[in-house]
T-cell receptor, first 112, second 110 residues
Framework: DAEITQSPRHKITETGRQVTLACHQT?????MFWYRQDLGHGLRLIHY???????NKGEVSDGYSVSRSNTEDLPLTLESAASSQTSVYFC???????????FGQGTRLTVV | TQLLEQSPQFLSIQEGENLTVYCNSS?????LQWYRQEPGEGPVLLVT?????EVKKLKRLTFQFGDARKDSSLHITAAQPGDTGLYLC??????????FGKGTKLSVKP
């Protein structure tokens, strides 16, 4: 069955370190998204991509970057981790307009 | 920036009661989706509404899209403990990006 997987599921890192969260989907979806979820804020869009070599900034993109070198993967990089980036991160993919978004299980990141 | 205001943020009710969750925006969306999220899991799609005025039913859940495609509501009839969870509305932009409301945390007590 097609799926979307995130790794790692949990990570603790130190302030200032570079961290990369992986997202891999096997649906061959063009659209992929990264969100962070915090209490009181819901899901906030960090970056998104509509296809290979395409990346776009979301509402909370500062301190984060993504790259899309193939259809299946959209890794999220925290250039220099900060305590404010402690959160649960969700990756999602969808085929196109009006279609269902499928979410990964989430990555709980703690920056100490 | 497109924003979705979802209300109420928290809702605690007894089994058998009815409830309505609202999702409002000043922006027009291509479609609006409702998701449900369980603790420790990613959101899962409940329904997509596309046409202004559209009403969709999913068992005891009724979803409505406003005529101007700026707002939506979710009505649950005779809530059950199994309905407990976080309900999220998401507006879809013209290119397919999804903007989420803050969610409604529903607790249904037996």
């Amino acid at each position: 069955d097609a799926e979307i997987t995130q790794s790692p599921r949990h990570k603790i890192t130190e302030t200032g370190r570079q961290v990369t969260l992986a997202c891999h989907q096997t649906w061959n979806h063009n659209n992929m998204f990264w969100y962070r979820q915090d209490l009181g804020h819901g899901l906030r869009l960090i970056h998104y991509s509509y296809g290979v070599q395409d990346t776009n900034k979301g509402e909370v993109s500062d301190g984060y970057s993504v790259s899309r070198s193939n259809t299946e993967d959209l890794p999220l990089t925290l250039e220099s981790a900060a305590s404010s980036q402690t959160s649960v991160y969700f990756c999602a993919s969808k085929r196109g307009l009006g279609t269902e978004a499928f979410f990964g299980q989430g990555t709980r990141l703690t920056v100490v | 920036t497109q924003l979705l205001e979802q209300s109420p943020q928290f809702l605690s009710i007894q089994e058998g009661e009815n409830l309505t969750v609202y999702c409002n925006s000043s922006s027009v969306f291509s479609s609006l989706q409702w998701y449900r999220q369980e603790p420790g899991e990613g959101p899962v799609l409940l329904v997509t509404v596309v046409t202004g005025g559209e009403v969709k039913k999913l068992k005891r859940l009724t979803f409505q899209f406003g005529d101007a495609r700026k707002d939506s509501s979710l009505h649950i009839t005779a809530a059950q403990p199994g309905d407990t969870g976080l309900y999220l509305c998401a507006g879809e932009g013209s290119q397919g990006n999804l903007i989420f409301g803050k969610g409604t945390k529903l607790s249904v007590k037996p």
